[in-house]
């Protein structure tokens, strides 16, 4: 059965993916986690698994979709009948809401510093006041909740106007200005007084500083950036027609991802380096280099005001991709329905999200394995639950689909010669589900 509703453009299809794929996983997450991982060293071990992992997955949750036409679940129930694969669609309705409930947290910090931004709370503060700052507005359990809710809220009126009038619409967009805004930001902080040595930390590979854990977070970060493993990548091909070139749309989302924690690194690290903020300082990385970097730029406060509001938005469109999975599987392109569970979803992800919301707050003694609410949800999702979703879903094409339909379904819409089919699925039946377990028992002490 085909999908009622469509992508309306080749450009927007590419543009929503990529603003599921670039969202905060490239902006805020990126940068913390490489200047905690490593810099330079996992910055190339991330790169290698989302071109030799990330990218043949892609392709494969886009074959799976685009070829099933329907929600994630049923997809699986249609090629896999009698069998336990649909639980993998319902995997990903579950890692969506979970990745949904600490993700709209940091949406709601971006709006409370939007809202010091704009009633002049950033004017001339020294690094470590926006520091204070920071911690202070996270800290405040009646703000971050009103943060939270009200990004929640932002996502559920979009996402229930369903695909072309609003994911669809929203993204062409908001991306391609958050791309010059970003461009702009990256040239004033290579400016800066000491931005070699950030851009050296970035770029620089010193093996030295890699763990058995940041391979791992290297790992997970492939899989959160892009959107592998829960079902988004499905869920949005479903919409698409047969013509839409799938290699070529995944390299180019792959390509803009890898693209912008580039960017993102470019940012971030010069101004790390020239004000004397530790790389490792963790999720508020973000918060206090940039407001640092665009304190030194001529209209800092406007421009650092539109680049938090474009930042909301790039939020934004990933948080679209994660509440449409349980959406579409429950709504079944009814518009009615479409509209009530878009609703009800948004409240149970709120509510789930509290923990995380108080995790800086009035809960960050509540600590289980050491790690905050906030820090544990986040850590199951990104590095546990979303790989081993991609390696069930590299079994499932595998087994599932004959390697005559893979190859059909691939060259529909696209000139793939034999030998590139061949490599990627060796890469997908074997490299990829390969990677995922060695990285895995070496973490476990296992290996090595």
């Not at 800086?360 to 003694?365: F, L, S």
Request: charged share 10%; with cysteine; proline share 4%.
């Amino acid at each position: 059965m085909k999908q009622n509703e469509q992508w309306s453009s080749k450009i927007g299809f590419i543009l929503a993916a990529a603003g599921s794929a670039i969202g905060l996983g490239a902006i805020w997450k990126f940068p913390y986690i490489a200047g905690t991982g490593g810099g330079g060293a996992f910055f190339l071990v991330f790169l290698v698994f989302a071109l030799l992992i990330g990218y043949p997955l892609l392709v494969g949750e886009f074959i799976v979709g685009r070829k099933g036409q329907d929600n994630a679940v049923s997809i699986y129930k249609k090629m896999a009948p009698n069998s336990m694969w649909p639980l993998l669609g319902r995997a990903g309705v579950l890692i969506g809401i979970l990745v949904l409930s600490f993700y709209s947290v940091i949406g709601g910090w971006i709006i409370l510093y939007l809202c010091e931004a704009l009633t002049g709370g950033l004017n001339g503060l020294s690094i470590h006041e926006y520091g204070v700052l920071f911690e202070e507005i996270i800290s405040d359990p009646l703000a971050t909740l009103v943060g939270q809710f009200v990004f929640i809220t932002l996502t559920v009126m979009v996402v229930a106007k369903g695909v072309q009038k609003g994911i669809e619409k929203v993204s062409k967009i908001l991306m391609p200005v958050l791309f010059g805004l970003f461009i702009i930001v990256v040239i004033r902080s290579l400016t800066l007084d000491g931005a070699a040595e950030g851009v050296k930390f970035l770029l620089v590979p010193d093996f030295g500083q890699l763990t058995s854990e940041s391979i791992l977070f290297a790992l997970g970060q492939a899989f959160f950036t892009i959107s592998l493993g829960s079902s988004v990548m499905v869920t949005y091909a479903s919409y698409l027609p047969r013509s839409q070139n799938l290699p070529r749309s995944a390299f180019l989302i792959i390509a803009m991802n890898l693209f912008v924690c580039l960017l993102a690194g470019l940012a971030i690290f010069p101004g790390v380096f020239s004000f004397g903020i530790e790389p490792n300082a963790g999720p508020p990385l973000v918060f206090i280099a940039l407001a640092a970097v665009f304190a030194q730029m001529e209209f800092g406060v406007f421009f650092f005001s539109s680049f938090l509001i474009l930042f909301l938005f790039a939020a934004l469109t990933s948080a679209f991709s994660m509440i449409e999975i349980a959406v579409s599987v429950t709504a079944k392109q009814d518009p009615v329905k479409r509209q009530k569970y878009t609703w009800m979803f948004g409240l149970l992800i709120f509510l789930i999200g509290i923990p995380s919301a108080l995790s800086y707050g009035i809960m960050e003694d509540v600590k289980l394995w050491d790690k905050t609410f906030f820090d544990l949800v986040d850590y199951a999702a990104s590095n546990v639950l979303m790989p081993l979703g991609a390696f069930f879903t590299s079994f499932f094409i595998s087994l599932k689909i004959k390697k005559s339909d893979l190859l059909r379904e691939m060259k529909q819409g696209a000139d793939v010669s034999l030998p590139l089919f061949h490599t990627w699925y060796f890469l997908v039946k074997y490299a990829a589900p390969a990677a995922i377990v060695v990285v895995f028992l070496d973490v476990l002490g296992v290996l090595f």
